[in-house]
Structure formats: structure tokens, C-alpha cells
């Protein structure tokens, strides 16, 4: 098993920044990619950024380009999301995801259903 930790959030004004972590533990080492989602009430979950943990290649969905940034620091297992000019539609709380599922990652690296580990979120309020 894997158990995700995220921290990082808080509440900042728009235009500002945060940065997310969210630390690994348990079996870390066949993890094959990893991604941020965000859920703010009375909406559907949706995809943030998402990386393979093997070439490092990041995705992201397009209200967060340009803006976030996905890493990880494996020698730490920790997954990071750097989120600059942060407009009050990021509201949301911010989940981390793994998966161990190599074929999964690569069909579709987006996809909720890819990942078999979430962590319990981290809560972020941008205000205007």
C-alpha cells in the first residue's frame, strides 16, 4: 500500500501563490505517475497537473497553464504543485494521486480512475 500526505494550502488573495506537497510512504517504489485533482463544493472533481514519475513528462489541464507546475523530488517521495497567480476559481480542496499501474499511466495519464491512491486533501482559498 501507499499512503499520500498532502500540506501546503491556506488562504491567500488572488494573484498569489502557494505550493503543495504531498509526501509518499508505504510501497513508493512502483509508482508509476502522479497527478493533482481539486474539488470545491457543488462541482465535479476535476484533473490539475500530472506527471510520469519515470520520464518526468507533465501534463496539465488548461486553466492551470502557464500558472502551476508539477514536480517531484524522488530521493524525498514528494510530489509538489506550485500554483502562481492564483485566481478565486482555484478554490478548491487540492488531492494528490498515485498510481502503480504502468499500463494505466500511459493509456491515460489524466484520468481519475488511473490512480488507486489519494491522499485526504489539503484545503486552498484564494480571495479577491
Known amino acids: 500500500q501507499t499512503q499520500l500526505v498532502e500540506s501546503g494550502g491556506g488562504s491567500v488573495q488572488a494573484g498569489g501563490s502557494l505550493r503543495l506537497s504531498c509526501e509518499a510512504s508505504g510501497r513508493t517504489n512502483g509508482i508509476d505517475c502522479m497527478g493533482w485533482f481539486r474539488q470545491s463544493p457543488g462541482k465535479e472533481r476535476e484533473g490539475v497537473a500530472f506527471i510520469n514519475t519515470h520520464t518526468q513528462t507533465a501534463t496539465y489541464a488548461d486553466p492551470v497553464k502557464g500558472r502551476f507546475t508539477i514536480s517531484q523530488d524522488s530521493a524525498q517521495n514528494t510530489l509538489f504543485l506550485q500554483m502562481n497567480s492564483l485566481k478565486p476559481d482555484d478554490t478548491a480542496n487540492y488531492y494528490c494521486?498515485?498510481?502503480?499501474?504502468?499500463?494505466?499511466?500511459?493509456?491515460?495519464?489524466?484520468?481519475?480512475?488511473?490512480?488507486?491512491?489519494w491522499g485526504q486533501g489539503t484545503q486552498v482559498t484564494v480571495s479577491s
Open positions: 494521486a498515485a498510481s502503480n499501474s504502468n499500463g494505466a499511466c500511459r493509456r491515460d495519464p489524466t484520468a481519475a480512475s488511473t490512480f488507486n491512491f
